[in-house]
């Protein structure tokens, strides 16, 4: 067994500053429908969600087990390649956060644990049947299933609630959206904290402080899950505002068909171990509602571009990861470059946000329907 490396230390560090951007990326999936109708108050909402993440933290490993040793030979792993896989995945998460898009977290982690591996070690060191059978084919199916059973979900609830008073209607279903907003964000923590704890796991595993195959020990699992918690906590209300206005009108029973559709799907795929996107779930549940309900709007060069971003994510962050895995293997300065690189890129990311600042009191304000999502100075 390996001592305690200081690298091992900043590994387990940027796998924490990982989740954490995953927290705010994806607050949006279970709480940008309930704010858009005005089920819950932004802030209130945010705390719900965070609550709720760090509690399905603790509800299955299967996501977190399917990384550590399913995507790659976990034996041929080092340490530099884990490290920059993350930074890959930050830095794309950081960019389609600028721009309000809601990309995948999760396929930026594996995009970019992909591309460092690969030149780290190799195209052999990658599982390419798992990579198919476990990402991709659910990335394709889940968001299309999603959207078809929002779709009927929403088509039903109108139906159904046709000669009933429009008020009574909408006070009924902002009440139910609090409970199906709470699962959802309780099925993100469930799947998505899972990868950080995957991601932990395998650079222990790496290390010799696991043996190979080894479950997420405890303290992994609480410290994923405390650090999701608090970036969804801080609110990535960029992204909520897209998904909770951009991309469709939605009205309280879109908002409920949407979130209890979402749920379904991610529950289901964390069962069987799926390391799917909740965030292209949730965006297929609330594309799916905009079409059940009869003469809603639907904004398609929004959802294309959201498409765009999601076909882009992978390769993205995995050239990233290539690249930082290249210059981090020359050794200590190596590493101390792409952590500087790093760091001023997210610096960067920020303060750029900070020219057309979204927050709690104008998320709620409709994007310009040209310019939206063009450019950082749209949001």
């Given at each position: 067994?390996e001592?305690?490396?200081?690298?091992?230390?900043a590994v387990?560090?940027?796998?924490?500053?990982?989740?954490?951007?995953?927290g705010?990326?994806?607050?949006a999936?279970?709480?940008?429908?309930?704010?858009?109708?005005g089920?819950l108050?932004?802030?209130?909402?945010v705390a719900?969600?965070?609550?709720?993440?760090?509690?399905g933290?603790?509800l299955s490993?299967?996501?977190?087990?399917?990384?550590?040793?399913?995507?790659?030979?976990?034996a041929?792993?080092?340490?530099?390649?884990?490290?920059?896989?993350?930074?890959?995945?930050?830095?794309?998460?950081l960019?389609?956060?600028?721009?309000?898009?809601?990309?995948s977290?999760?396929?930026?982690?594996?995009g970019?644990?992909?591309?460092?591996?690969?030149?780290?070690?190799?195209?052999?060191?990658i599982?390419f049947?798992?990579?198919?059978?476990k990402?991709?084919i659910?990335?394709?199916?889940s968001p299309?299933?999603?959207?078809?059973?929002?779709?009927?979900?929403?088509?039903?609830?109108y139906k159904?609630?046709?000669?009933t008073?429009?008020?009574?209607?909408?006070?009924?279903?902002r009440a139910?959206?609090?409970?199906s907003?709470s699962?959802v964000?309780?099925?993100?923590?469930?799947?998505?904290?899972?990868?950080?704890?995957?991601?932990?796991?395998?650079?222990?595993?790496?290390?010799?402080?696991?043996?190979h195959?080894?479950q997420?020990?405890w303290?992994?699992?609480?410290?994923?899950?405390?650090?999701?918690?608090l970036?969804?906590?801080?609110?990535?209300?960029?992204?909520i505002r897209?998904m909770?206005?951009?991309l469709?009108?939605?009205?309280?029973?879109?908002?409920?068909?949407?979130e209890?559709?979402?749920?379904a799907v991610i529950?289901?795929?964390?069962?069987?171990g799926?390391?799917?996107s909740?965030?292209?779930?949730?965006?297929?549940?609330?594309?799916?509602?905009?079409?059940?309900?009869?003469?809603?709007?639907?904004?398609?060069?929004?959802?294309?571009?959201?498409?765009?971003?999601w076909?882009?994510?992978?390769?993205?962050?995995?050239?990233?990861?290539?690249?930082?895995?290249?210059?981090?293997?020359q050794g200590d300065?190596?590493?101390?470059?792409v952590?500087?690189?790093?760091?001023?890129a997210?610096?960067?990311?920020y303060?750029l946000?900070?020219?057309?600042?979204?927050?709690?009191?104008?998320?709620n304000?409709?994007?310009?329907?040209?310019h939206a999502?063009?450019?950082p100075?749209?949001l």
């Amino acid at each position: 067994m390996e001592s305690f490396s200081f690298l091992l230390i900043a590994v387990v560090l940027t796998a924490l500053a990982f989740d954490f951007t995953n927290g705010f990326h994806d607050t949006a999936n279970s709480m940008a429908t309930s704010i858009a109708t005005g089920a819950l108050k932004p802030r209130v909402a945010v705390a719900v969600a965070g609550v709720l993440n760090l509690a399905g933290a603790f509800l299955s490993t299967q996501v977190a087990s399917t990384i550590s040793n399913g995507l790659v030979n976990d034996a041929r792993v080092s340490l530099v390649m884990i490290f920059a896989g993350l930074v890959g995945a930050i830095l794309w998460n950081l960019t389609t956060w600028l721009f309000g898009l809601p990309s995948s977290s999760s396929h930026a982690l594996f995009g970019g644990l992909i591309g460092a591996v690969w030149v780290g070690a190799g195209g052999s060191a990658i599982h390419f049947t798992q990579v198919v059978e476990k990402i991709v084919i659910p990335a394709i199916a889940s968001p299309v299933l999603a959207c078809v059973v929002a779709l009927i979900a929403t088509y039903l609830a109108y139906k159904i609630t046709q000669r009933t008073a429009e008020h009574r209607v909408d006070q009924g279903f902002r009440a139910g959206q609090v409970g199906s907003a709470s699962l959802v964000a309780l099925a993100h923590g469930t799947n998505d904290a899972q990868k950080t704890m995957g991601v932990i796991t395998l650079a222990l595993i790496s290390t010799g402080f696991l043996p190979h195959g080894a479950q997420p020990p405890w303290w992994v699992v609480l410290t994923a899950g405390m650090a999701i918690s608090l970036g969804t906590y801080v609110g990535g209300w960029r992204i909520i505002r897209t998904m909770g206005k951009g991309l469709t009108d939605i009205q309280p029973p879109q908002g409920f068909t949407a979130e209890t559709t979402a749920t379904a799907v991610i529950l289901s795929s964390s069962h069987l171990g799926f390391a799917l996107s909740t965030t292209q779930v949730c965006t297929g549940g609330i594309l799916g509602s905009g079409l059940g309900r009869r003469l809603a709007t639907v904004r398609w060069g929004v959802a294309g571009r959201i498409a765009v971003s999601w076909v882009l994510t992978l390769p993205a962050a995995a050239a990233v990861g290539g690249v930082s895995a290249w210059v981090a293997g020359q050794g200590d300065l190596g590493v101390a470059i792409v952590a500087g690189v790093a760091v001023a890129a997210a610096t960067g990311f920020y303060v750029l946000s900070r020219r057309r600042p979204v927050n709690p009191d104008n998320v709620n304000d409709v994007p310009p329907r040209e310019h939206a999502l063009t450019g950082p100075s749209a949001l």
